[in-house]
């Protein structure tokens, strides 16, 4: 089995509150999980009116399966997104017998 992290840090450019900031999470997640059928939360700085950090986890039998469709769900953030994305991570784990 392969899973695969995306970590994603955006600035919310003149967002003033976190009814705000939650209208674009709440797009952003139900977008990532319809297209990709990933799971998505809000992971971090949940109180912060102008940061929005999203983990997002998909698992595999194959690496490349999975480094591919966290790749496409990234190209499609950054296409999409309202939000100014400042940091990307991914990490990819493996149950090697």
């Known amino acids: 089995m392969i899973i695969g992290i995306l970590h994603l840090e955006f600035r919310l450019h003149g967002n003033h509150s976190l009814k705000g900031k939650r209208k674009v999470a709440v797009s952003l997640k139900q977008k990532l999980r319809n297209k990709f059928n990933v799971s998505v939360a809000e992971i971090e700085a949940m109180d912060v009116?102008?940061?929005?950090?999203?983990?997002?986890?998909?698992?595999?039998?194959?690496?490349?399966?999975?480094?591919?469709?966290?790749?496409?769900?990234?190209?499609?953030?950054?296409?999409?997104?309202?939000?100014?994305?400042?940091?990307?991570?991914?990490?990819?784990?493996?149950?090697?017998?």
């Open 49 to 97: 009116h102008d940061k929005l950090v999203l983990g997002v986890v998909t698992t595999a039998n194959a690496t490349e399966r999975v480094e591919s469709r966290l790749a496409k769900a990234l190209s499609m953030i950054e296409a999409i997104s309202p939000a100014e994305l400042i940091r990307c991570n991914t990490e990819i784990f493996s149950d090697s017998d």
